[in-house]
């Protein structure tokens, strides 16, 4: 409506860029096997005295300086290392969602929007986008490029936006779609009037349980139908709601 200039961009290693803070819980990880066995063999002078071994697997116990992608406070920390600097260059926090900031800048609003690392950008003057764009290079820019995307099309958290039309805006998840069709197995193949049919709640307890490999796809399945549900797809809300209840013994 606004006729906003939008770009996107990705932080290169965020969690990397976000040491632990002072007087936060320390959180540990174990490097087993393999992994313990070729830090040793690179660096024995750092790493050797370390090593312990249990039932003939090596381990090495460590303490994270920094967060670490798949521990449940690295995207908080990472969250509070992004609005933190946000804030010291004037963004205020949106009260409704909190990975939304605003700031007032030549009379219009710039808009930031985020999810984890994945941001986006929109104010009605270009230059103004190109200097916040600039600012946040200076900080996050220094273990590796910003890859920053302007233009009226950005592919965003598997989504495409597209404002190319004046006036509207469109959502299309079609790619992402495609993908876990082409992931599905052949006797997936077919279509269906509603993906909610009146049989859909209707469960046998003596159905024979999925063997591993097909279980981990159908739990994978569901997540990214999860996803598609909250952004492009709503009307899949109901049997997604359904399938999330399944996926711990398919």
């Known amino acids: 409506f606004e006729g906003r200039d939008v770009a996107t961009l990705d932080i290169p290693g965020a969690f990397l860029q976000t040491e632990m803070p002072d007087g936060e819980k320390d959180v540990h990880v174990?490097?087993?096997?393999?992994?313990?066995?070729?830090l040793a063999k690179i660096s024995p002078e750092t790493y050797q005295e370390y090593v312990h071994h249990r039932r003939g697997q090596a381990y090495i116990y460590c303490k994270l300086n920094v967060a670490l992608y798949g521990t449940l406070k690295a995207a908080l920390l990472f969250w509070k290392k992004l609005s933190t600097s946000l804030k010291a260059r004037g963004f205020t926090v949106n009260?409704?969602?909190?990975?939304?900031?605003?700031?007032?800048?030549?009379?219009?609003?710039?808009?930031?929007?985020?999810?984890?690392?994945?941001?986006?950008?929109?104010?009605?003057?270009?230059?103004?986008?190109?200097?916040?764009?600039?600012?946040?290079?200076?900080?996050?820019?220094?273990?590796?490029?910003?890859?920053?995307?302007?233009?009226?099309?950005?592919?965003?958290?598997?989504?495409?936006?597209?404002?190319?039309?004046?006036?509207?805006?469109?959502?299309?998840?079609?790619?992402?779609?495609?993908?876990?069709?082409?992931?599905?197995?052949?006797?997936?193949?077919?279509?269906?009037?509603?993906?909610?049919?009146?049989?859909?709640?209707?469960?046998?307890?003596?159905?024979?349980?999925?063997?591993?490999?097909?279980?981990?796809?159908?739990?994978?399945?569901?997540a990214q139908m999860l996803f598609v549900c909250q952004r492009g797809r709503p009307d899949l809300r109901t049997t997604v709601s359904f399938l999330t209840k399944r996926v711990q013994a398919p």
């Open 95 to 222: 009260p409704y969602d909190w990975c939304v900031m605003n700031k007032m800048i030549n009379g219009k609003q710039f808009t930031i929007v985020w999810h984890v690392d994945d941001l986006k950008l929109s104010h009605m003057e270009p230059a103004v986008v190109d200097d916040i764009i600039a600012s946040l290079k200076e900080e996050y820019g220094k273990v590796g490029e910003l890859t920053v995307r302007r233009g009226k099309v950005h592919d965003y958290l598997g989504m495409k936006l597209d404002f190319s039309e004046k006036g509207s805006f469109t959502v299309d998840m079609e790619e992402y779609l495609d993908g876990m069709l082409e992931e599905a197995p052949e006797d997936m193949n077919g279509t269906a009037t509603t993906p909610a049919a009146d049989h859909l709640f209707k469960t046998r307890d003596s159905a024979p349980k999925l063997d591993t490999e097909t279980a981990a796809l159908f739990h994978r399945l569901t």
């Open 30 to 38: 174990m490097l087993d096997g393999r992994m313990a066995e070729l």
